[in-house]
């Protein structure tokens, strides 16, 4: 909602025009082609043109009159007629026009009926019924076959086109009836007064159907409207005199919410609060919404209102509550819309065509249903919200679930059948009709479940209304300055409003220390601003509740967000924009009384306390009026012209409307230059006050994504105007293409892209997440954008199915022999993983097989997330995109997928993202199961190829375990398929010793995913088998992710240069003889060593919990943990083999526990020993725990098992000391050796004191077996 000070006027007056639309006689009967009727309707149900008759004045310089979008908001439907027969009640409703910067003016309608005197028009409606009826009778007869018994029978049997109905229905004869077509009153104010306006219009017809002629003739009262009632200062209320009573309005002051005058109250009944709040969050997230009612002033209520709530924030996409018949074809905007369309009759929402539904929250308001979009994420502290805004409602006697009866602007739906509404759950809300409803619903569990709750919240249920709403007690009432009912909507209003606001100032009461101010002036800021980042979002999302994260992650990446924080930096060089004004100055009042720390969150949910004050205000100026606006008095009119024909609305005399009192009043003139001011800063606060053409133009482009999007011009239809909106969409999908994909790849790109001085360092997971759901949002819109004819909710997922039907007709006709594929598996080196075929029917495939989605939508999704996973997303998509023959069958000519040169750059954009590493299907998709292939490599040349033993491997990852599984041998292959593992981090390899052979040299194991291809290289390069190297029967190996060398075939398609990595440090083999050639590593080369395993540790645990990766790899991969102090045993270790046997660390870590636990030593190291015994109590049971344990891991897995246990305990602070005070040292070690180092052991316990604050939990595949 634009706030009211930046509303459309360099006005400052209450109206600024006055109009009369309706039947043209001079040009007869028109069919509306545009509205799309069709003529197998009956003539009185089709629409026709309307014209504006008159409007008053011609013209005002601040608000230009739009002549075609006035007639088409005034009468969306056309001229619609009746008969004598028919209900000719005069209908309400408002509308709104929002013009290209963004400001706006509303309307306030009001339709009756007028009886037709032109004769012209009477018989040509008579021509039309006689038409009607034969080509009726024609079709009948034709479809029963020619036989008149058959026809008598079609009619006997009810025949929805019988000849009886015909004649029953269908009837306008012009000797016995009366003909009345619809005629409507509008004011045009630059500020939203709907009910004053209402009272006005209403007044003003009252003159026209009333049997004595009004006080004063018509154009006095438009006259005084017009032209002597000023709007009501800020803060104030302002009384007027329409035909029979005061009118009043009032506004609120700089610091209360912007003037809203809907019944919010209304919008709560017809909904009921969960589907509100529901809609609330789908707007807050800029879906598509589409709300859908038979009546229009509903439409606007809704939508005005739920757009009121999202103070401070605002729409900032297409927004047209009331979309006339003839603009249809906007909802074919691929772009967040808030659209309102009017339903021709009760129920007809499955003959509703829509483009897509993908992304789109549709609202059945006189159904009160809703359908919302597929998983999205819940408004925070949501049911502490609806709690209290129930209580809210209850005071005001309004069941939270949606009223029973509903306001009076309802229109009479007959259609909802009284027993489906005792039956409803959500409680219907029908009109005010005369049963006595409480007498029907006495039953109902829901009344009865709303009387329990009124009764603890002290509330009485007489208080709750339930017959219809007196509506002829009304009129009466308007004496007294402002009727009690009346009161009572415009408290409610402002403190339901207060508890929304409230919930943004919580939520966002820290922002302004996220924001990132601009080093430069405004200009070079503005022509910059799309490539700055202007909000710190990874730090303010670290700072919320968890809880509260799937909401805003998303919410901070919309518009409406964006530009809020865009008007925060403008307001450093201009003055601030009005909501932001009244928003911040709302935080600093609570910072000031809040007792807290005004930086600390808290997500204890804070009530809203101003309630009270702001319904006071809002009451205080409605009982005391403030200012009241001349009396309307006779005019200067000539003689006899203002004839009055009682039910006919008078032709009023332009001369003395055109033109205001010539004396200028002074309120006019003082309003004059405060409103100029006003004016002035308004163009500033939207930047459109800028000088050069230049500037106005990078502004413009710097507001957002394709503003001309915004608002489409409604006036305006002609082909090529809608050939080139098609246009503009196609380049705003583009443009958003580009940004979204760059923002994916930079924030992917983490550290690097902040030395290449790209805005923020880390990307979280939740952030990740939210920015592929905007991708696969984007994707799409992109795929509905001119689709001939939707197929399901989602249009790619549709798309890729009538692809997959097309090649697999294909795939039948070329007979593919049978022996084609096992050709394309050879590799090269022997044994390897034989290549994983690339195919955008594979991937559909699996993605049909998970039974875990239900939905096309869901279909679509996971299919986006695995192609970006497999970074095949741009290549898979062009295969779609160039089947010409499929898209020229689906998609009409200005469709995005039809124009060519876009499609390029879109794939070159998408291409980009194989830079990066996605795991956003396995992440996602955790219960899934998964095929996985495994193949162990041995080292041949040293090893028999063969072996006896029988061979088996556990794999693990971050979700879980296979558990054992043996492997076929010889085959040293196998698949497996288990529930998905996430990405792997180790594989436990072993055998069990049996026959000749039994020792094994294991190269290494691959494993990958055959779902998306992830292959895993686990380095072994030792031996397994006892009696060779250290004796090892099973063996931990961790795992590193391949980067995969594209096909030849595929880099010529894609051009995306091979990944940067650092280079890896050849991964060395343990060392199996200590004599061996490769140069060790100095002191300074292990200590830094130390440092930064230990430091890598400590950055893991300072990541948010969800997006830490794999500690064992820390632990126990290249450069973890166990290697760095595998390289401090190591130094000065004496490596004499004694028998031909190697000597291991292990050796010296069991001499030193046999030592402990005998302690045979020598008088003078008996003080010593003792001392050491009571440190040795941690450590010998751990050693011997190991010992113990039902596993033959050789001696460097033992070692590396207790360093891991060690870590997690913490205890290896005490244990280094231990080991290098015990005597056994001296024998095993050379005097220079780190461990007999104490400068060096002191500087190792310190490093290894900072693990104590981290709680580490090793995989259980590490410790299986070990009973401490």
């Not at 100095?1082 to 990766?1109: C, D, L, M, T, W």
């Not at 602070?1213 to 056994?1224: F, G, T």
């Amino acid at each position: 909602m634009t706030s009211t000070s930046s509303s459309s006027s360099g006005s400052c007056r209450f109206a600024d025009y006055f109009v009369l639309a309706g039947i043209d006689t001079d040009s007869g009967l028109e069919p509306d082609e545009l509205s799309g009727e069709n003529f197998d309707q009956s003539p009185l149900r089709r629409t026709f043109k309307s014209k504006v008759l008159a409007h008053y004045p011609q013209n005002v310089e601040w608000n230009p009159f739009d002549q075609d979008a006035v007639n088409m908001l005034c009468m969306p439907k056309g001229l619609s007629f009746r008969t004598q027969a028919e209900s000719r009640e005069p209908q309400f409703h408002s509308f709104l026009i929002t013009r290209e910067d963004g400001s706006r003016t509303y309307g306030f309608v009001l339709t009756f009926y007028e009886e037709v005197t032109c004769k012209q028009i009477c018989s040509a409606m008579q021509t039309l019924y006689q038409m009607h009826n034969v080509e009726q009778y024609s079709s009948v007869y034709a479809s029963s076959s020619c036989s008149m018994d058959s026809l008598a029978s079609s009619i006997d049997e009810g025949d929805s086109t019988s000849l009886a109905k015909l004649q029953r229905y269908n009837s306008y004869d012009i000797s016995r009836d009366t003909l009345y077509v619809s005629k409507c009153i509008c004011l045009i104010t630059p500020l939203p007064f709907m009910q004053a306006c209402r009272k006005f219009l209403l007044q003003l017809h009252k003159a026209v159907s009333s049997q004595q002629p009004p006080p004063l003739p018509l154009e006095s009262y438009i006259h005084n409207v017009l032209y002597e009632v000023p709007l009501p200062p800020p803060g104030r209320s302002l009384k007027f005199s329409g035909v029979y009573g005061p009118v009043i309005c009032q506004r609120p002051g700089p610091s209360e919410l912007p003037l809203f005058d809907f019944p919010l109250r209304e919008a709560f009944e017809l909904l009921g609060l969960e589907n509100l709040v529901q809609l609330f969050t789908c707007v807050l997230l800029e879906m598509q919404i589409l709300l859908y009612s038979q009546d229009y002033q509903r439409l606007m209520t809704v939508a005005e209102g739920i757009t009121t709530l999202l103070f401070p924030f605002q729409w900032q996409h297409v927004y047209v509550p009331i979309l006339p018949a003839s603009l249809l074809h906007f909802l074919d905007a691929p772009v967040p819309y808030l659209m309102g369309l009017q339903s021709k009759e009760p129920n007809d929402r499955s003959k509703l065509e829509l483009p897509q539904e993908a992304n789109l929250c549709f609202v059945d308001i006189d159904n009160h249903f809703i359908e919302l979009p597929e998983d999205f994420p819940q408004f925070p502290n949501k049911l502490e919200f609806i709690q209290e805004i129930s209580e809210v409602l209850l005071q005001f006697g309004i069941p939270p679930e949606g009223n029973l009866h509903c306001s009076e602007s309802a229109t009479q739906l007959k259609n909802l059948a009284l027993d489906d509404l005792v039956n409803d759950k959500k409680n219907g809300n029908l009109t005010g009709n005369t049963i006595n409803m409480y007498e029907l619903l006495k039953g109902n569990e829901t009344l009865a479940r709303l009387q329990a709750l009124a009764k603890r919240t002290g509330v009485t249920v007489e208080k709750m209304e339930i017959a219809a709403p007196p509506t002829a007690g009304k009129e009466k009432d308007t004496k007294c300055r402002c009727s009690e009912e009346e009161l009572r909507d415009y408290k409610l209003a402002v403190q339901l409003r207060e508890v929304f606001a409230n919930r943004f100032t919580q939520m966002f009461a820290d922002y302004e220390a996220f924001v990132i101010q601009p080093a430069q002036d405004m200009e070079s800021w503005l022509t910059n601003r799309e490539q700055m980042q202007n909000f710190d979002k990874a730090s303010f999302l670290s700072d919320q509740p968890e809880p509260n994260l799937p909401f805003l992650s998303h919410f901070i990446e919309t518009q409406m967000f964006a530009t809020f924080i865009d008007n925060k930096i403008v307001s450093l060089w201009e003055e601030k924009d009005p909501l932001l004004r009244v928003f911040d100055s709302r935080i600093e009042k609570m910072k000031i009384y809040s007792v807290r720390i005004p930086t600390l969150r808290t997500s204890n949910y804070q009530k809203s306390t101003v309630l009270k004050e702001a319904a006071q205000a809002i009451e205080q100026r409605l009982v005391k009026i403030d200012h009241s606006a001349i009396h309307p008095h006779l005019l200067d009119m000539k003689i006899g012209q203002g004839k009055y024909e009682q039910g006919f609305f008078p032709k009023l005399q332009s001369d003395v409307l055109a033109t205001g009192p010539t004396n200028n009043n002074r309120w006019a003139n003082r309003g004059a230059t405060a409103q100029r001011r006003k004016d002035r800063l308004r163009q500033h606060s939207e930047h459109l006050g800028l000088d050069n053409d230049l500037k106005e133009k990078y502004i413009q482009e710097a507001r957002s994504l394709g503003k001309s999007l915004r608002q489409p011009k409604l006036s305006d239809l002609s082909p090529a105007v809608i050939a080139q909106t098609n246009w503009k969409f196609v380049e705003g999908l583009l443009k958003e293409c580009r940004i979204k994909t760059k923002r994916m790849l930079v924030e992917k790109m983490g550290h690097e892209a902040v030395e290449l001085g790209h805005g923020e360092a880390n990307i979280t997971g939740l952030e990740e997440n939210t920015l592929i759901a905007s991708l696969c949002d984007l994707l799409e819109r992109i795929w509905s954008h001119g689709l001939q004819v939707k197929q399901g909710k989602s249009a790619l997922w549709s798309h890729l199915l009538h692809y997959q039907e097309s090649e697999e007709k294909r795939e039948a006709t070329v007979e593919t022999p049978v022996a084609a594929w096992p050709e394309r598996r050879r590799s090269e080196t022997g044994l390897n993983l034989p290549t994983l075929r690339v195919s955008l029917i594979h991937d559909m495939r699996h993605v049909q097989h998970m039974s875990e989605i239900k939905t096309d939508v869901g279909r679509a999704r996971a299919w986006i997330r695995l192609s970006l996973e497999k970074k095949v997303l741009s290549q898979q998509l062009k295969q779609l995109m160039f089947n010409h023959g499929l898209i020229k069958k689906l998609y009409k000519r200005y469709a995005f997928l039809r124009c060519e040169e876009e499609k390029e750059q879109f794939l070159y954009h998408l291409l980009s993202l194989n830079a990066v590493d996605y795991f956003c299907f396995t992440s996602v998709f955790t219960t899934i199961m998964i095929p996985y292939r495994a193949v162990v490599i041995p080292i041949k040349k040293l090893s028999n190829s063969i072996t006896t033993s029988n061979p088996w491997i556990g794999v693990s990852g971050e979700l879980g375990d296979t558990g054992v599984m043996q492997i076929p041998k010889n085959v040293l292959e196998m698949t497996f398929e288990c529930q998905n593992l996430g990405k792997l981090t180790t594989v436990q390899i072993g055998h069990d010793n049996s026959g000749l052979l039994a020792k094994w040299l294991v190269d290494c194991v691959m494993v990958r995913n055959e779902i998306t291809g992830h292959t895993y290289r686990f380095p072994c390069g030792r031996w397994l088998g006892k009696g060779v190297d250290d004796g090892s029967l099973e063996r931990i190996l961790v795992g590193e992710l391949i980067i995969p060398v594209v096909e030849e075939d595929l880099s010529k398609q894609c051009r995306t240069p091979p990944q940067l990595r650092s280079p890896t440090i050849a991964r060395r083999l343990s060392t199996t003889s200590l004599g061996g050639k490769t140069a060790k590593p100095n002191a300074g080369q292990i200590q830094e060593g130390i440092g930064e395993s230990i430091n890598n540790i400590v950055k893991h645990f300072h990541k948010p919990e969800k997006e830490r990766g794999s500690l064992t790899i820390l632990l126990c991969g290249e450069n973890g943990l166990v290697s760095a102090l595998e390289q401090v045993f190591h130094h000065g270790f004496k490596s004499a083999r004694l028998f031909q046997k190697n000597v291991f660390i292990w050796d010296f870590i069991e001499r030193a526990v046999a030592y402990f636990e005998t302690g045979e030593e020598d008088e003078e190291s008996q003080v010593n020993l003792l001392q050491l015994k009571d440190c040795s109590r941690t450590f010998c049971p751990y050693v011997n725990a190991i010992n113990a344990a039902p596993r033959s891991i050789g001696k460097d897995g033992k070692l590396q098992l207790l360093v891991c246990l060690g870590a997690r305990d913490h205890l290896l602070p005490r244990w280094i000391p231990l080991l290098a005070e015990c005597p056994v040292i001296s024998r095993m070690y050379e005097d220079g050796a780190l461990l007999r180092d104490r400068a060096m052991v002191n500087s190792l316990i310190r490093v290894l004191q900072t693990l104590h604050e981290f709680n580490i939990t090793l995989e259980a595949s590490l410790v299986k077996g070990i009973d401490l």
